[in-house]
């Protein structure tokens, strides 16, 4: 099977198996410690550690698309997988039962990168090498991750340019223990504060929900005016949903919804951007950034030379000291939805296309 092919196999597993059913088995791994066997024997272990699981990306797509990438590189590597729930205490009893397991690579996404160091500690005196994928650790042997200053900026663009250069928005940011959402701020308040733009309230959420999103903006109607809140900058796409929850319950019409940002491309997102609900999402192709990290874990598995220039097409490069591949991002908007993320095999039109959006599909020529 090629990899594309073992691509498009794994987003349909997901995708048929829905995010609700994949989180409560990413649950139950990280308390049993993984589903890929017992640790032992000749095999190389690969620990693969998630930050949590109410961002869909997680378990629809990096799970099973690093795993996959994994068994067809190597036939003899195996890999223990770990969902953190948000909880930092459980993800560093996870990087202690992944060392207990015997694993030769870790591949981590910090629920919080600042505090990471001590987990990586750990896990390099045992003998391991560390990835830090998706968020930064300073003290990993690599990183790999979307350009994500460049992400807040191209949403902070988008969004400013939507709103014709002027007026006043709610901005939602993501988990302050999360050092991506610290750049995506950074990069969006470098657009931001540079423009007319008026921020009349700005929220750090906790743990990325949806839920807090939707309670955020709705006090904010109880102190402004819908007519006042002329965007809103949200994150990510989750966020972006209980915007739009928390707009429409609060009486504002869905064709009179202000411009709204979004990240990850999830597919209620995109269904939202087509039927006018939601301004933009930026697209992260996450079956690149998998794929370079399986390749990556598994050349320091197998004791190889890890590449300069991999076979997803990522050369190496340095961010802070540590030895990276980074990715580019794109802003997805209704225009390009075909020429994105369905060029790319990432959804099908089938998957986007369903029930009350069929006919904005085919507005946007998507079919």
């Not at 209980?242 to 009179?256: E, H, N, R």
Request: charged share 20%; glycine share 10%; proline share 4%.
């Amino acid at each position: 099977m090629s990899r594309t092919s073992i691509r498009i196999a794994a987003i349909g597993a997901a995708l048929l198996f829905g995010a609700g059913g994949l989180t409560a088995c990413g649950a139950n791994d990280a308390e049993s410690g993984g589903d890929s066997g017992d640790g032992g024997g000749d095999s190389k272990v690969i620990a693969l550690l998630l930050p949590e699981s109410k961002t869909t990306r997680y378990e629809a797509f990096d799970r099973p698309l690093f795993e996959e990438a994994v068994s067809g590189l190597c036939s003899d590597c195996e890999v223990l997988y770990y969902n953190a729930d948000q909880d930092e205490a459980k993800q560093t009893q996870q990087v202690d039962t992944a060392i207990s397991e015997g694993a030769d690579v870790i591949v981590l996404d910090p629920v919080n990168g600042a505090g990471a160091g001590g987990m990586v500690q750990s896990a390099q005196d045992s003998g391991a090498e560390v990835i830090a994928y998706d968020r930064f650790i300073a003290e990993a042997d690599y990183y790999m991750s979307f350009d994500n200053e460049t992400v807040g900026q191209m949403q902070a663009e988008a969004l400013v340019e939507a709103m014709g250069g002027e007026g006043s928005i709610l901005m939602l940011n993501g988990a302050p223990s999360d050092p991506n959402a610290a750049q995506f701020k950074a990069g969006a308040h470098s657009v931001l504060d540079d423009s007319n733009i008026k921020i009349l309230e700005e929220y750090d959420n906790p743990d990325w929900s949806p839920e807090n999103a939707q309670s955020f903006v709705s006090d904010q109607l109880a102190k402004y005016d819908p007519s006042e809140i002329n965007g809103v900058y949200a994150a990510n796409d989750g966020q972006a949903g209980g915007v739009v929850a928390a707009l429409t319950g609060g009486g504002v019409a869905q064709d009179a919804l202000p411009p709204i940002t979004g990240q990850d491309a999830e597919i209620a997102a995109i269904q939202r951007i087509l039927a006018g609900e939601q301004a933009m999402t930026i697209y992260k192709p996450i079956p690149i950034e998998a794929e370079t990290a399986a390749e990556v874990a598994v050349a320091l598995a197998n004791g190889d030379d890890v590449p300069t220039s991999t076979d997803t097409g990522i050369d190496q490069s340095d961010y802070e000291g540590v030895a990276s591949y980074i990715f580019d991002p794109t802003v997805l908007t209704a225009d390009n939805v075909a020429d994105t993320v369905i060029a790319d095999g990432f959804y099908s039109a089938e998957d986007i296309c369903t029930g009350e959006y069929a006919k904005a599909c085919e507005a946007a020529g998507i079919s």
